[in-house]
């Protein structure tokens, strides 16, 4: 555990990180072009080391302190804050999950949260930033249409791995993962809940998890789900 003051852009905020690793003595972080790509396509904010190797996912509190102060307190402070349960905390745990069941990740230098009221951002996950790669939506709109049946067929391959380790990801789209020069996938957004225990639930709840607007369009959706189906009832 390690108390860090982190300049973001022009504000420095204190946060207490769990399981530091491998983090500088100094850390500076910034808005840059890249994290804004990050933030176009998703609903948190993204700050970027000085050195371009330590990407910061910033999730704000749900709740306005002014509008609902009694759900901001219940919620983001007592919940999130004092009993740790952060969206940071809840992505770092489940990173290790995809780790365990074979899946890529980035690495991660820890989670941490902000005990200051006033400081709206309390939730802030530190990853390495991964330049070698391209974020998965886009490479999928690039490729033809023999690319895009193999990059489903591996991106299934991965979704039947997690389950294999009784998993399934609360929100599959490209967007949540990113590949890098060699076609590898690296999974970026960690959201996962465990399958039901019985074997006839579980299917059902893999099928849930795919959808024609995440997976660009009925036609991938078809795809996916019947690959999806003959590597998850083929697994040994």
């Known amino acids: 555990m390690k108390l860090l003051d982190i300049p ?78 952060s969206d940071a905390r809840k992505e770092f745990l489940s990173l290790r999950v995809l780790q365990r069941a074979g899946l890529t990740t980035p690495h991660c230098h820890g989670w941490g949260l902000s005990l200051n009221p006033a400081n709206r951002n309390a939730s802030l996950l530190l990853m390495e930033h991964r330049q070698d790669a391209r974020p998965g939506g886009e490479v999928f709109d690039a490729l033809d249409e023999a690319g895009r049946e193999r990059f489903l067929e591996r991106f299934c391959e991965e979704v039947a791995l997690l389950a294999r380790a009784g998993f399934v990801h609360r929100d599959l789209h490209y967007n949540n993962l990113l590949v890098d020069d060699d076609g590898n996938l690296i999974w970026i957004d960690a959201h996962v809940r465990r399958l039901p225990r019985k074997k006839a639930d579980q299917w059902p709840a893999l099928e849930q998890s795919l959808s024609a607007n995440k997976l660009r369009g009925q036609v991938y959706l078809e795809q996916s789900r019947l690959m999806l189906n003959h590597i998850f009832n083929c697994q040994p």
């Open 8 to 85: 973001f852009d022009d504000r420095r905020r204190r946060y207490l990180v769990f399981h530091a690793n491998g983090l500088p003595a100094q850390l500076r972080l910034a808005s840059t072009s890249t994290t804004a790509a990050f933030e176009a396509v998703g609903s948190s904010r993204f700050y970027l080391s000085q050195d371009g190797q330590i990407l910061a996912k910033v999730v704000p509190d749900k709740f306005a302190k002014r509008k609902a102060p009694v759900s901001w307190f219940r919620r983001d402070y007592l919940e999130k804050r004092w009993l740790l349960q």
